[in-house]
């Protein structure tokens, strides 16, 4: 796997960049919990993010929002593909 992933911090924001520089690479299966609000934002590329029970595909320019406690997790469908996960 070859996913690269940036630290980012904005006042109370907090997140990670990550790059998927293959097609398949993948950002395993995880959850938020807590009150925390998680947004994902896929910056370039084109991904597919599944959970329990679903799956989608999500194209540049798409903005995510995931409930807290909802498993999820993203495969990149295209070379250096980038999403940007907000944590708050």
């Given at each position: 796997?070859?996913?690269?992933?940036?630290?980012l911090n904005v006042g109370k924001l907090s997140g990670v960049v990550y790059t998927f520089q293959k097609a398949g690479?993948?950002?395993?299966?995880?959850?938020?919990?807590?009150?925390?609000?998680?947004?994902?934002?896929?910056?370039?590329?084109?991904?597919?993010?599944?959970?329990?029970?679903?799956?989608?595909?999500?194209?540049?320019?798409?903005?995510?929002?995931?409930?807290?406690?909802?498993?999820?997790?993203?495969?990149?469908?295209?070379?250096?593909?980038?999403?940007?996960?907000?944590?708050?």
């Amino acid at each position: 796997m070859s996913l690269l992933d940036i630290p980012l911090n904005v006042g109370k924001l907090s997140g990670v960049v990550y790059t998927f520089q293959k097609a398949g690479d993948t950002l395993p299966m995880h959850t938020h919990t807590g009150g925390n609000a998680h947004i994902t934002i896929v910056a370039r590329g084109k991904i597919k993010a599944h959970g329990n029970e679903w799956q989608a595909e999500y194209s540049a320019g798409a903005v995510i929002d995931f409930p807290t406690d909802q498993s999820h997790e993203f495969i990149a469908l295209e070379d250096d593909s980038r999403i940007v996960n907000i944590v708050k």
